[in-house]
T-cell receptor
Framework: AQRVTQPEKLLSVFKGAPVELKCNYS??????LFWYVQYSRQRLQLLLR??SRESIKGFTADLNKGETSFHLKKPFAQEEDSAMYYC??????????????FGTGTRLQVTL | NAGVTQTPKFQVLKTGQSMTLQCAQD?????MSWYRQDPGMGLRLIHY???????DQGEVPNGYNVSRSTTEDFPLRLLSAAPSQTSVYFC?????????????FGEGSWLTVV
């Protein structure tokens, strides 16, 4: 069954410290993975997707098929990075709809 | 271009009451869905739709109904509200059924059932 696991509910780091938000997936096909972010009292928004191989706000994420992981990383945390982060795989059904299932989320807290 | 619009933003219901959460998008997206967000549970899919007239259940559909009479609108109905339905509800939309499409979310609806 498709499953996304974000093992940490809360990750607290100091400003300037490296950040790694973990995401592991269990998936029968080839996933297309995303990270979504929700800042306080705001709507969820796309942070980055693995197919773009992009860096957004200093964050990167590499799809590791061997380890079935898609960890989100940033070398130096900033206070404005404090938010809820969701890992999301997309399952594709040939000829039918795809359901987007999210992980349980990790709250990142960046402190001074 | 307003994106995804949800109403109401806040609502208090009594147990047993029914209500409808409205969701509209102006991006001509085929795919729309409803999630609930609970502490420690993340986002859980309630129902989704791949186009007008087509809906399907997600992970937690019990107690909720949906319909998709137009491409733009995807209302979520609580048939008989229960305290367990106290949550934050998010509507989302994206283009088509294919992979790689960004999901756009509404601002959320905070629902309390007493």
């Amino acid at each position: 069954a498709q499953r996304v696991t974000q093992p940490e509910k809360l990750l607290s780091v100091f400003k300037g410290a490296p950040v790694e938000l973990k995401c592991n997936y269990s998936y029968s096909g080839s996933p297309e993975l995303f990270w979504y972010v929700q800042y306080s009292r705001q709507r969820l928004q796309l942070l980055l997707r693995h197919i773009s191989r992009e860096s957004i706000k200093g964050f990167t994420a590499d799809l590791n098929k061997g380890e079935t992981s898609f960890h989100l990383k940033k070398p130096f945390a900033q206070e404005e990075d404090s938010a809820m982060y969701y890992c999301a795989p997309l399952r594709v059904h040939t000829g039918t709809a795809s359901k987007l299932t999210f992980g349980t989320g990790t709250r990142l807290q960046v402190t001074l | 271009n307003a994106g995804v619009t949800q109403t109401p933003k806040f609502q208090v219901l009594k147990t047993g009451q029914s209500m409808t959460l409205q969701c509209a998008q102006d991006m001509n997206h085929e795919y729309m869905s409803w999630y609930r967000q609970d502490p420690g549970m993340g986002l859980r899919l309630i129902h989704y739709s791949v186009g007008a007239g087509i809906t399907d259940q997600g992970e937690v559909p019990n107690g909720y109904n949906v319909s998709r009479s137009t491409t733009e609108d995807f209302p979520l109905r609580l048939l008989s509200a229960a305290p367990s339905q106290t949550s934050v509800y998010f509507c989302a939309s994206s283009s088509g059924r294919v992979t790689g499409n960004t999901i756009y979310f509404g601002e959320g609806s905070w629902l309390t059932v007493v």
